[in-house]
């Protein structure tokens, strides 16, 4: 009889720890990224998080809005394709509440020759292809008062536009584009402003290819975005120590060559 219970509760137990295993289910983390390199760096992360029981799904999105709208409407758990500038704008503009949880690369914006192949080059009332939204074209001018193109009236202000120029010696006209849109435009202008990542999905290496390129110290950090009150969750603090482990610095090192740089 003794030899029954004891087998019978063998079995429950055994039973039971199999239903346990076999109902263990991975916790999905879904994030919005730009395809290079945001999406490419996300991917170094999957293998990291599928140890800890969590399986990374990445969309990709060719464009700066939808990212944060599908993040606030918990389309998406997160997104990864901005910089702090460029998400402030957001919130202010559209009423959302998104909040950056950690700063992963910098992706220095540079110039690149159209028609015209160097800046000196360029002809008076020459056309600079510069992106439209608020913060990437503040960035684009800010870049060319820095090569001595233009002077802008404010140089603290990161949200300046073409009405804000003081000084145009060379008289030039800004062709004002969709960022993901400035590389097609390149046999249409003389000079382009373009982010690292458009540039790179158009097959330009912003280290050889730029006329110039921001420094490193460029205070555009692309950063790992969240809806407030999910900064905490323990999927995205996971993939905040993935995305900011020696694994994915080493790839980032190893794979843009300078276009893409570290920021933790």
């Known amino acids: 009889m003794k030899k029954k219970i004891f087998a019978l509760t063998l079995a429950l137990v055994l039973a039971l720890s199999l239903a346990a295993c076999g109902g263990k289910k991975s916790t999905a983390l879904k994030v919005a990224a730009s395809p290079t390199p945001h999406a490419e760096i996300l991917n170094q992360c999957v293998d990291i998080l599928k140890e800890q029981g969590i399986e990374l799904v990445v969309t990709e999105y060719s464009d700066y809005v939808v990212p944060n709208t599908a993040v606030e409407d918990g389309d998406e758990d997160a997104n990864y394709f901005q910089h702090v500038p460029y998400l402030d704008n957001f919130n202010a503009e559209r009423g959302t509440h998104l909040v950056s949880v950690a700063g992963v690369h910098i992706e220095p914006m540079g110039l690149y020759a159209g028609k015209s192949a160097s800046l000196d080059a360029v002809p008076d009332g020459g056309k600079v292809a510069v992106p439209n939204d608020p913060t990437n074209e503040g960035r684009a001018l800010l870049l060319l008062e820095a090569q001595g193109l233009i002077k802008l009236a404010d140089s603290t202000k990161l949200d300046s536009t073409p009405k804000d120029i003081a000084e145009n010696p060379k008289n030039l006209e800004f062709v004002e584009l969709e960022a993901a849109q400035v590389p097609a435009a390149l046999d249409e202008v003389d000079i382009a402003a373009i982010n690292s990542n458009y540039a790179l999905g158009a097959g330009l290496n912003p280290v050889e290819d730029a006329l110039v390129i921001e420094a490193a110290d460029s205070p555009y950090v692309n950063i790992l975005t969240v809806k407030e009150g999910n900064e ?32 933790f």
């Open 232 to 263: 905490n969750n323990e999927a995205v603090q996971a993939l905040v120590k993935a995305l900011q482990s020696d694994t994915v610095k080493d790839y980032i090192n190893s794979t843009f060559g300078g276009a893409v740089v570290p920021a």
